[in-house]
């Protein structure tokens, strides 16, 4: 079956890192994704991986995927009040017919200044 | 901004009644794919089109339907709406160059539906 996780809730202070978590189920080819929703606007894609790849790091942001425990986290290095946000991560399969975004609930990250 | 756009932003309704989403995708991007997002759901995949055919169905209503037309843009048609239809309503368009071929989703604003 196709299950996304995270937990719910991350509270840091401006300046440390944050790291957001999720697991995923399915063991087929898969881009796994993440996206970001602030308040009352629409899902901005922030960064994705292909399972076939362990790491990605794109300016401040820092993917890891575990293959083995199907783990996937996002680091946000020095955390700013403007990354306040629900993050998702999503998963899709490559190459098959159907494109759809399995999400997770989401992780509400707050920052503390 | 993503590029997918969405109208209206928000809409206000009745029980019973019908409405009709509109979605506009990127520019030259053949998918087009509806997504609820509620309180207790979550987000959720709805259908998707390509390139002007049904191409995917997931958790959606047969209170709903949607179509893709000529040029690409998408509508999705709630009918006898119920206080539980209240949601995020999403579009997302991708390129999908081939049947075979998923490429990254692109997200529009939204639309907001509230059923009194």
């Known amino acids: 079956g196709e299950d996304v996780e995270q937990s719910l809730f991350l509270s840091v202070r401006e300046g440390d890192s944050s790291v957001i978590n999720c697991t995923y189920t399915?063991?087929?080819?898969?881009?796994l994704y993440w996206y970001k929703q602030e308040p009352g606007a629409g899902l901005q894609l922030l960064t994705y991986?292909?399972?076939?790849?362990d790491m990605k790091q794109d300016q401040r942001l820092t993917v890891l995927l575990n293959k083995k425990d199907k783990h996937l986290s996002l680091r946000i290095a020095d955390t700013q009040t403007g990354d306040s946000a629900i993050y998702f991560c999503?998963?899709?399969?490559?190459?098959?017919?159907?494109?759809?975004?399995?999400f997770g609930k989401g992780t509400k990250l707050s920052v503390k200044p | 901004d993503s590029g997918v756009t969405q109208t209206p932003k928000h809409l206000i309704t009745a029980t019973g009644q019908r409405v009709t989403l509109r979605c506009s995708p990127r520019?030259?991007?053949?998918?087009v794919y509806w997504y609820q997002q509620s309180l207790d759901q979550g987000l959720q995949f709805l259908i998707q089109?390509?390139?002007?055919?049904?191409?995917a169905k997931g958790n959606i209503l047969e209170r709903f339907s949607a179509q893709q037309f000529p040029d690409l843009h998408s509508e999705l048609n709630l009918s006898s709406l119920e206080l539980g239809d209240s949601a995020l309503y999403f579009c997302?368009?991708?390129?999908?160059?081939?049947?075979?071929?998923?490429?990254?989703?692109?997200f529009g604003p939204g639309t907001r539906l509230t059923v009194l």
């Open positions: 997302a368009s991708s390129a999908d160059r081939s049947i075979s071929r998923t490429d990254t989703q692109y």
């Open positions: 399915d063991s087929s080819s898969t881009y």
């Open positions: 991986i292909f399972s076939n790849m």
């Open positions: 999503a998963e899709t399969h490559y190459g098959g017919s159907q494109g759809n975004l399995i």
């Open positions: 520019s030259g991007d053949l998918s």
């Open positions: 089109y390509y390139n002007g055919e049904e191409r």
